[in-house]
Structures are given as structure tokens and as C-alpha cells.
């Protein structure tokens, strides 16, 4: 059996998604704002839950329809086959929200949309109340223009929850975002990563396991690991091949440094839980110091802001830093995300290119400075397309 599947995504990171489902041997991909859509079965349910790094979240599709009244929601909801995906003992809460659409109480659509399925469930199996026992099964009602869809979450936590940031300082950047800045930055695993703002280590942590193949999501559960819908053989069988796809074979020059001798404490434990601290090297180190004996490579940060009161002179003179000492290193490129609006000037160059994106709520850009290109032939990770292969088996 097939399902539509949404992976959803922060805006501005749609088609890294997207690229990221077409990896993994999916068809029907289509991008949408802040989702991507495709259709796979039930062991896709398994790899998209832990292999996309970009993501969200996995969401399965039950329904999709328009409406404008609340008999309309309730009717169409109590159509759909929902017997089809929760057990008798199904345990449903129901979330909800409304954009520019004729029912924008939240509240009430959440509660009808519940009452729809139970009368639905009732009818097929014969009861009148249901306990809620079983396994979850969040349901969302998500209304965008008069168009009304409902998904299943899959996940559970969202993805960025890999389960290896035990340890954390300041305001870290979530996993699924450190994970598309690097895609964004077309690294691959034999060119030098130095990130001189680490932090807690998200940004060289998710490099490594890009490096490395190593699944995202390898380390932690999903709420659909206990659904009936999915049999146990299948997450074992996905499982099974995050092991046999990861490569620890690979050399990486991997580099995150920081001031504070705090964050970098908490890096080098996250990267021994995270499974990459032989592939990683973390060091106290002011950003004025910063330099290197190869000659190319990738610089991606994410500092500080300025956004808190009284922090923004401070993060103003480290951009004036960062442009002075990123420059000493002409042939490699550099990547940084921040919300400042006067980067580019106190950085002392405009970028190649940026790019919107969001930090959690906060709008963000991201500078992209290319460095010349490098004059050898970059060894390519073949981890995705090795799975790519398996699924189509």
C-alpha cells in the first residue's frame, strides 16, 4: 500500500527537502511552501523518518478537501477512511490551525474534526466509546485558503531531535538548519570544514554525519515504530540499513573552534554521543587566531546576532573580525547566516549570493562568499544512491 506523504519544511528550504526525497528513490515529489509531497509505502515511511536531515517532520496524508462551512469540515472528515489507519484502541489527539480561510477558529475545527472520526470509528467498529490506549496518532487540521488537509504525524519529536545535543550553550541552531546550510554550500566529505563560532558543535556535528553517512535519525524513536499499520520487520529492515550504509571509513577534516572554552566542553561531548568524535576536532580559540595550511576549503558559521539588548556593538566588531580574517583566506568560501541587515558592509564585501531563510522565528539570510575552484575532482558520497538502489529492489 502507497501514501502520500508530506514532509514538511522551513521556508526557504523546500527543495533541499525535496532534493533529499528524490535521493532516497521517491516519485511525485512536488514542493508546495513550507511542505514537499510524495508518494512511498510503508517502509518509506521508515527511511524518510531516518534519513532526512532537512525535514521537519513526516506527515501522512489522509485527506485533502475544500471547504467553507463547519458542516462541510465535519461531513468531509467523517468520509475519509480512517479505520484504514487508527486501531480501535487509537490514541488521536487532534491540532489544528487556520490561514485566509472562512473558519478561522482553530478550537472549533480541532473539536469537530474529532467528533467526525470517533462517529466514523464507530460506525466500523461497532462501539460507542473509545478508550484511547493505544498508540498516538496526532492528527493535524491544517486550513490554507479554504483548503483543508489532515495528516498523521509520523515522526513523533520533530527531526531536528537526533538525540546527540545533550549538552548545549547560547542559542543553538536547530539540526535540521545546520544540516541544509551545509547542503547549501555544496561541501562534500574531502574538503576541509572549519565552523570558528561552534557553539555546542551543531554545524561540524551534522557535517560529520553527512560525511559519514550516518542516518539522522539512527539514534532515536518514532511514534509510527508502534503503529500496526507498520510492521515491526519493516523499521528493523530500515534500521538494518543505516548500519550497513554508514561509512566510517572516510577521512574528514572537520574543525569547529570557539572562545568560550564552555561550548567547546559541550561539542566534543556531543560529537562522542553523536558517534563522530574521532571524526571531529574542537578547540578554544579566539577568531582572530583563525587561519589554516590548506589551501582550500569551507568556512560556515552561525554567530551571534546582536539581537539582545546590549549585545549588538559586539557583534557588529566581530563582523568587522570575521571580514578581515576570512580575507587572509582568499581561496576558500565562506557561509554565514545572520539576522544583522548590515552584514555585508561590516563584513566589508557582498556576497555571491544569499539566501532567505528562517532560524525558528527569526528571519535570517544566509551569505554565500564562493572561494575560486578548486583544481581536483571532488570524491562524491555514494551513501544516498546505494539507498536509492535498495529501495527500488
Not at 219 to 241: D, G, T
Not at 286 to 292: A, E, M
Not at 350 to 365: C, I
Request: with cysteine.
Amino acid at each position: 500500500m502507497d501514501f502520500d506523504l508530506i514532509a514538511t519544511a522551513t521556508f526557504g528550504l523546500e527543495s533541499v527537502v525535496a532534493d533529499e526525497v528524490k535521493k532516497l528513490g521517491y516519485e511525485g515529489v512536488k514542493i508546495e511552501n513550507g511542505k514537499v509531497t510524495y508518494r512511498a509505502d510503508a517502509l518509506g515511511i521508515c527511511r524518510s523518518n531516518l534519513w532526512l536531515r532537512t525535514a521537519d517532520r513526516v506527515r501522512l496524508k489522509v485527506g485533502e478537501f475544500h471547504v467553507e462551512t463547519f458542516d462541510n469540515l465535519f461531513e468531509q472528515t467523517k468520509a475519509l477512511p480512517w479505520e484504514q489507519y487508527l486501531p480501535e484502541d487509537a490514541n488521536f489527539p487532534v491540532d489544528g490551525k487556520s490561514i485566509k480561510s472562512k473558519l478561522f477558529s482553530v478550537s472549533d475545527c480541532q473539536a469537530l474534526v474529532k467528533k467526525a472520526i470517533v462517529e466514523r470509528l464507530k460506525q466500523k467498529y461497532q462501539v460507542n466509546w473509545f478508550e484511547e490506549t493505544g498508540p498516538r496518532y496526532t492528527i493535524e487540521v491544517a486550513l490554507l485558503n479554504d483548503i483543508a488537509t489532515l495528516t498523521i504525524d509520523t515522526s513523533g519529536p520533530g527531526l531536528h531531535k537526533r538525540g546527540y545535543r545533550l549538552h548545549a550553550v547560547g542559542a543553538p541552531i536547530k539540526e535540521t538548519l545546520a544540516a541544509a546550510l551545509i547542503y547549501l554550500s555544496k561541501w562534500y566529505p574531502d574538503t576541509p570544514l572549519v565552523d570558528p563560532c561552534c557553539g555546542s558543535g551543531t554545524i561540524p556535528i551534522e557535517a560529520a554525519m553527512i560525511g559519514l553517512n550516518i542516518a539522522p535519525g539512527f539514534k532515536r524513536e518514532f511514534v509510527s515504530e508502534q503503529w500496526p499499520l507498520i510492521p515491526e520487520q519493516l523499521w528493523y529492515h530500515a534500521r538494518q540499513e543505516t548500519h550497513d550504509l554508514v561509512q566510517f571509513d572516510r577521512k574528514l577534516e572537520i574543525v569547529g573552534s570557539d572562545h568560550d572554552p564552555r561550548a567547546v566542553h559541550a561539542a566534543k561531548h556531543n560529537a562522542i554521543v553523536a558517534g563522530v568524535g574521532d571524526y571531529t576536532h574542537f578547540q578554544v580559540q579566539s577568531l582572530t587566531t583563525l587561519s589554516s595550511e590548506r589551501e582550500y576549503g569551507k568556512i560556515i558559521c552561525n554567530p551571534p546576532y546582536g539581537e539582545r539588548l546590549g549585545e549588538r556593538e559586539q557583534v557588529e566588531n566581530l563582523y568587522q573580525e570575521m571580514g578581515t580574517v576570512f580575507s587572509k583566506m582568499d581561496t576558500w568560501s565562506y557561509y554565514v547566516i545572520t539576522s544583522h541587515p548590515g552584514f555585508e558592509r561590516l563584513f566589508g564585501t557582498r556576497a555571491s549570493k544569499k539566501r532567505k531563510l528562517y532560524n525558528g522565528d527569526v528571519k535570517v539570510d544566509y551569505f554565500q562568499y564562493f572561494g575560486p575552484r578548486p583544481p581536483r575532482t571532488f570524491f562524491r558520497p555514494d551513501g544516498d544512491e546505494d539507498l536509492k538502489r535498495r529501495r527500488t529492489k
